[in-house]
């Protein structure tokens, strides 16, 4: 049974940083990703990695040069380290996985799906 827990979410103010983890069993994925979901709003892209391709790495542009997406094979983890954060960061963030081998930046090509991790970034 594929299970993706995450963790490392929490409450913090604004320029700080938070760590999330994602750590997968069942078997492990090709491509990994985290998304975002805020109050109201879609769940959108903030990163993903895929591990065939080298590690290549894939960020939305609200992410970048701030956040980074890493993964550590031997405990089949994903990482999302998140520094200068923003009041706008505040959402629940959903790790995933994707059984397909084309990277990809597609929540609906996504296959499965973590419970969900609360950020709120207070200004």
């Known amino acids: 049974q594929v299970q993706l827990v995450e963790s490392g979410g929490g409450l913090v103010q604004a320029g700080g940083s938070l760590r999330l983890s994602c750590a997968a069993s069942?078997?492990?994925?090709?491509?990994m990703g985290w998304f975002r979901q805020a109050p109201g709003k879609e769940r959108e892209f903030v990163a993903a990695?895929?591990?065939?391709?080298?590690?290549?790495?894939s960020y939305a542009d609200s992410a970048k040069g701030r956040f980074t997406i890493s993964r550590d094979n031997a405990k089949n983890t994903v990482y999302l380290q998140m520094n200068s954060l923003k009041p706008e960061d505040t959402a629940v963030y959903y790790c995933?996985?994707?059984?397909?081998?084309?990277?990809?930046?597609?929540?609906?090509?996504?296959?499965?799906w973590g419970q969900g991790t609360q950020v709120t970034v207070s200004s």
């Open positions: 990695i895929n591990w065939r391709i080298g590690g290549m790495t």
């Open positions: 995933a996985a994707a059984l397909g081998a084309i990277f990809t930046m597609k929540k609906n090509e996504y296959d499965y």
């Open positions: 069942g078997r492990t994925f090709s491509n």
